[in-house]
């Protein structure tokens, strides 16, 4: 099993909708979560941290963790075209050093 | 404020040949991450220092593989000899918080070995 995974994708979404993208980790004692967006031939850069069970709004993201579950998720509401790009899910590692494992990534189209 | 700068940008080299990739980190964070990108792999990482110290290389290939950080502001990755299955994105990260925050990325370094 891997300690992050993703769907790869593509996701299709028309412009308007909702993109929903998920991830499962392995680790229990993950405590730091991550979405990191990388539009084609960039670097990664990060769009939502969350550290708490439940819903984390900023502007049109929304991210959701359930450590129960082992489950992290990412709600674009009112996607634009400008969303289209690849998405990965981060968590850190907790025992001993402290490093970030990353998902495969998805990657979101946004159909105008 | 300058973000973390990598290069070369691009490389291409033959089989055998030595590769050094150089990277400088945001000034004041302490953490430094080296992480290779491939289609079919995703975003690995390859080795991680703390206040220049390196923590966990556990991520490095081979023997071939080495990195330095002499200093808070300088990292080195040097692959020798390069092998046609390096080829790939480097890419150097910095975080003040380790990996438990935010990580800042240059702009990668792409290496083609032929």
């Known amino acids: 099993q891997k300690e992050v995974e993703q769907n790869s994708g593509p996701l299709s979404v028309p412009e308007g909708a909702i993109a929903s993208l998920n991830c499962t980790y392995s680790?229990?004692?993950?405590?730091?979560f991550f979405w990191y967006r990388q539009y084609s031939g960039k670097s990664p850069e990060l769009i939502m941290s969350i550290y708490s069970n439940g819903d984390k709004e900023d502007g049109r993201f929304t991210a959701q963790l359930n450590k129960a579950s082992q489950y992290v998720s990412l709600l674009i509401r009112d996607s634009q075209p400008s969303d289209s790009a690849t998405y990965l899910c981060a968590v850190n590692r907790p025992q001993g050093a402290q490093k970030l494992v990353f998902g495969q990534g998805t990657r979101l189209t946004i159909n105008p | 404020d300058a973000g973390v700068i990598q290069s070369p940008r691009h490389e291409v080299t033959e089989m055998g040949q030595e590769v050094t990739l150089r990277c400088k980190p945001i000034s004041g964070h302490n953490s430094l991450f080296w992480y290779r990108q491939t289609m079919m792999r995703g975003l690995e990482l390859l080795i991680y220092f703390n206040n220049n110290v390196p923590i966990d290389d556990s991520g490095m290939p081979e023997d071939r593989f080495s990195a330095k950080m002499p200093n808070a502001s300088f990292s080195t990755l040097k692959i020798q000899p390069s092998e046609p299955r390096d080829s790939a994105v480097y890419f150097c990260?910095?975080?003040?918080?380790?990996?438990?925050?935010?990580?800042?990325f240059g702009e990668g370094s792409r290496l083609t070995v032929l």
């Open positions: 990260a910095s975080s003040l918080t380790g990996g438990a925050g935010e990580l800042f």
């Open positions: 680790d229990r004692g993950s405590q730091s």
